[in-house]
């Protein structure tokens, strides 16, 4: 278990492409691209010895620079298409560095698509993870709808995802129900070398930080940014990191 955090890596995975929406993670949000923002949230932190930025694109490398962070490498372009996905980027971002002298005890993973967050959600998710002795902590935000009523559809007919649940919930809702979170994708913080071993941040004690729902928008489609620019016309400060 970890009593301290040591050196602490804050790893922004930034591919270029994206299925449902092309370029996501260097969309300009209030004059500001999301990557932009998420390197100014982490060095606004102060908690890393390093800032690190992973892409496969020359175009993403660029912004990263001109934001000030370093780019002594760059990700393969196998680990910028699935089934690669932030486990792999990960590791592979940490063996770069121990390749040129720089290892680290503590990784904490920013997603770019989550411009809402801030530096104080970085330090208090850090404090929590130190707090509970846990290797492994991930942002989280309450469901907004449970997914206890959950139905399946099968050939045009619903059943409930749990039947023991059914007729429980919402305005029936008991002290019994679970309290429920779903993982906002801000903030991941791993202990390196449990990390190395389960290779999976889905790995147990999980500590929980969570978050409010107005900080919590993790944008992965059009839509969702359509949102994220309304929110940042209607609360600018919201977005100040």
Not at 23 to 39: H, S
Not at 92 to 117: C, K, N, Q, Y
Not at 161 to 166: A, K
Not at 168 to 179: E, F, K, L, Q, V
Request: net charge negative.
């Amino acid at each position: 278990m970890n009593t301290r955090p040591g050196r602490i890596l804050a790893l922004i995975p930034a591919k270029e492409g994206s299925r449902r929406l092309p370029a996501k993670n260097i969309l300009p949000l209030a004059g500001m691209t999301l990557l932009e923002r998420t390197i100014r949230a982490a060095r606004k932190a102060g908690l890393f010895q390093r800032i690190s930025v992973s892409t496969e694109s020359e175009k993403v490398a660029a912004i990263a620079r001109q934001a000030g962070v370093e780019m002594p490498f760059m990700r393969p372009a196998e680990l910028a298409r699935d089934p690669a996905g932030v486990v792999e980027v990960a590791l592979h971002a940490l063996d770069e560095w121990e390749r040129r002298g720089e290892a680290f005890d503590t990784l904490v993973i920013l997603l770019p698509t989550s411009p809402f967050r801030q530096a104080a959600d970085i330090t208090g998710a850090m404090e929590t993870y130190l707090r509970l002795e846990v290797d492994f902590l991930m942002s989280v935000v309450r469901e907004v709808h449970s997914p206890l009523a959950s139905l399946v559809r099968e050939n045009e007919r619903l059943l409930p995802l749990h039947p023991e649940w059914l007729n429980r919930t919402g305005a029936r809702a008991t002290a019994a129900a679970p309290d429920l979170v779903r993982c906002n994708g801000a903030v991941t913080v791993v202990d390196v070398a449990r990390f190395r071993k389960e290779r999976n941040y889905y790995a147990y004690p999980l500590g929980a930080y969570e978050m409010p729902v107005e900080r919590s928008l993790d944008i992965d489609t059009e839509l969702e940014f359509a949102f994220a620019e309304f929110l940042a016309e209607r609360h600018p400060e919201w977005l100040d990191a």
